[in-house]
């Protein structure tokens, strides 16, 4: 649950972002469709592109479909940015950024006596979205209804 669109890093087949402020899912192909990427290469879109927000320097001249094609192009292997001739002289800027941008998965998080939220209305269910401050209707429903 974010507006930040950072975060289509993270979506997959089975996670998808929500937008609370315009209460609209993106899926794995929302992202695609809106971004020219896939999710896995989205952080390698976003070093190259930039992002003022998060105050990450892109590289000039190089707008969001310039920046999906080069993504494409070189398969989102960050190996071949130097075959990109647009980058060159800025690999290490995108590896910088790189690291910058990309959100990391691997930070052990435990929810206690929960098996599933988005099945049952069930007390624990209700504790969790009212501790993450989930108080939407329609990502309620999409929760409970998936």
Known sequence: VSPDKDMCQLVTERVHLYNPKTEVFTTPSDVVLNHGVQCHDFTLYQSILGDKVDNILGIK??????????????????????????????????????????????????????????????????EFMDDMQITSKAIWGQMVNS
Request: charged fraction near 25%; aromatic fraction near 6%.
């Open 61 to 126: 001249g190089i707008g969001p479909k310039r920046a999906a094609a080069i993504v494409q192009r070189i398969g989102g292997d960050c190996s071949k940015l130097s075959d990109a001739k647009e980058l060159h002289g800025y690999e290490e800027l995108v590896l910088k950024n790189m690291k910058l941008t990309r959100l990391y998965t691997h930070i052990p998080v435990t929810l206690n006596n929960v098996t599933s939220y988005h099945h049952h209305r069930t007390d624990a269910f209700v």
